[in-house]
Every structure is written in structure tokens, then in C-alpha cells.
């Protein structure tokens, strides 16, 4: 009995709990597109999401005093690998642990001169809750962008979105920028 028990548990588990975000979004297509969507840089330039028709782009929300923020480092080799292919963009935020407290000029230059940072940054916002930004709607609201209500959980939470403007993954904090789960999706076509 208690082995049928715990099978039924396992079973459960596996069939709620154990499937990947990317199988939730394979045949879902956005709602709202999202190269209706702009936004602006850190140094104060309005970028339409629309100029990334046909790339896959991988969207982040940055702190620079967290554990997690040597993630720069990787980021900007993988925009790096995958140019032309690939558009990264960070989100500054001070969402979490109050661990983004610059400026937007105090970001860039931190993101610049300890990292090298050459890929697309935006201006500070907010990424959860009610304040969060139009961007960052977007992406936690399956009404819009067709399955997931994924929030970030902490600094560097990554969002792929494919080269249609679906989106097609979450990714916690924990995975790596360069990481095969990552890498893997980039390459895909």
C-alpha cells in the first residue's frame, strides 16, 4: 500500500510539477505582439522592439550588487557568440534587495568598466508586481504574451523570446547565461 502511495505522489509530481516551462510554450503564439513594444535605453534612446524581427532575444533584469551579477560577464560573451543571431538586453532594477541603487548613468558606467557591457541595457524600472514595466507586462501576462505568468524571483531571471516574437522560455536566476539550457534554444531554428 505504501509503495502505490508514494507511486501515486511521484506520479503527481512528475505530471504537475515536473514539466518545463518550453513544453508549456511550445504551441502557444502571443496574444499581443511583442514587437509592438518599445522601450528606452539607458542613455535615453526610445528602442522599438519591432528592429528585432528575426533574431531570438533574451531579456534579463540586472542588479550590480547582487550574487548573481558576474551573470554580466556571460551575458555579454553570449550576445557576443551569437550576434546576428542573438539580442541581449538588461533591465536594471532595483526590485530585489534594493540591489540596483545608480542612476542609469552610475549603471552604465558600472556595467561598462567591470564587465565590458556592450549589449543593449535600458533605463532602471521596476520588473514585478503592479509597478512593473510595459515590458516586463508583457512577458508575465499569458493574456499577452500567450502562456506564462512567470514573475522574476530575484535578480537575473532570463525570458526568450524567438525570432516571431513568441516567447519561448523562463529561466531562473540560477541558470547561467552560457548555459546549455540557453544555448541550446539560441541555436535552435
Known sequence: MKSITLFSICLFSFLFFGTSVKSNAQDKKAKTSFYKLSFTSLDGKKVKFSDFKGKKVL??????????????????????????????????????????????????????????????????????????NVVYQWLTDKDKNGWNTQEPGWNFCKYLVDEKGNLLEFYPSAIKPLSEDITKMVENK
Do not use: H, W
Open 59 to 132: 531579456l534579463v533584469n540586472t542588479a550590480s550588487k547582487c550574487g548573481y551579477t558576474p551573470q554580466y560577464a556571460d551575458l555579454q560573451k553570449l550576445s557576443e557568440q551569437y550576434k546576428g543571431r542573438l539580442v541581449v538586453i538588461g533591465f536594471p532594477s532595483n526590485d530585489f534587495g534594493k540591489q540596483e541603487p545608480g542612476t542609469n548613468e552610475e549603471i552604465a558606467g558600472f556595467c561598462r568598466e567591470n564587465y565590458g557591457v556592450t549589449f543593449l541595457m535600458m533605463e532602471k524600472s521596476n520588473v514585478k508586481e503592479e509597478a512593473k
